[in-house]
């Protein structure tokens, strides 16, 4: 079963809606680890909508378990990511319109830019994740530009409006993982999970790893972070 890695960015987002210094991302990612989280996940956006880097930099310092520091493969990210040296940097899309991500990366149509960045973060010993839509050639793709491990994005599989639909991305997800594996790719998943879609992403056979954020963060306002991170560990089957 997958271990659950719980991304902070909205406890950043609040903080920023008033430009304040609470809630503090810190404090909920050490609750996090607390409750039996096995990994902290913060996006330093190129707009820094959400979190900023000095989040990074004290996250460094304090998480216990696993800091991955999603990021858009740009020259100055990777400078930052170098800087900070997180474990594991996963290289996303940004638009600076989106709400959120939206999709996965296109590595067949940025795949110069990608293996660029991909090859400038090994050279500083960090260990490089690719968010990618659940399709074969873009894990081939990920493979090709030296990636060490795929995250699938499950939107699409979350955002489905019919069970049909839905076990349709499914198979894409299942698929896009097997042939991940079947290249020595490492991989996680995650994007739209939340307590009532993730278990049939958990059970999914090769997934080491799911990102949860939006729902677990939107769970604990109400509930507390520690209450929100051990009900998903428990539907993750971690």
């Known amino acids: 079963m997958p271990k659950l890695n719980v991304n902070i960015d909205h406890i950043a987002t609040v903080r920023q809606a008033r430009g304040g210094t609470e809630p503090d991302p810190v404090i909920a990612a050490s609750i996090a680890e607390l409750a039996g989280a096995s990994g902290i996940v913060v996006h330093l956006r190129e707009d820094r909508r959400h979190a900023q880097v000095r989040d990074l930099e004290v996250l ?10 999603e990021m858009a493969p740009t ?3 990777v400078n930052i990511a170098k800087r900070i040296k997180p474990d594991m940097v996963t290289l996303v899309p940004e638009k600076r319109q989106e709400l959120t991500t939206e999709g996965g990366l296109n590595v067949i149509k940025q795949f110069q830019k990608i293996k660029t960045t991909v090859n400038a973060l090994k050279k500083g010993k960090i260990f490089v994740s690719l968010f990618i839509n659940p399709d074969l ?3 081939e793709k990920s493979w090709e530009a030296g990636a060490d491990m795929v995250e699938i994005h499950t939107g699409s599989y979350a955002n489905a409006r019919n069970e049909k639909t839905q076990l349709r991305e499914l198979v894409k997800i299942e698929n896009s993982v097997d042939y991940a594996i ?3 790719l490492r991989v996680s998943a995650g994007h739209g999970l ?8 958990a059970i999914i056979e090769g997934i080491e790893e799911l990102n ?3 729902s677990l963060i939107s769970r604990a ?3 507390g972070m520690e209450t929100a991170v051990r009900d998903m560990k428990s539907l993750c089957g971690d």
């Open 194 to 201: 939340n307590y009532f879609n993730v278990e049939d992403i």
């Open 137 to 139: 050639k873009q894990v």
């Open 60 to 69: 460094r310092r304090t998480v216990q378990t696993k800091l991955n520091m």
């Open 182 to 184: 079947d290249l020595g």
């Open 212 to 214: 949860i954020g939006h």
């Open 221 to 223: 306002v109400l509930v």
């Open 75 to 77: 020259g100055s990210m």
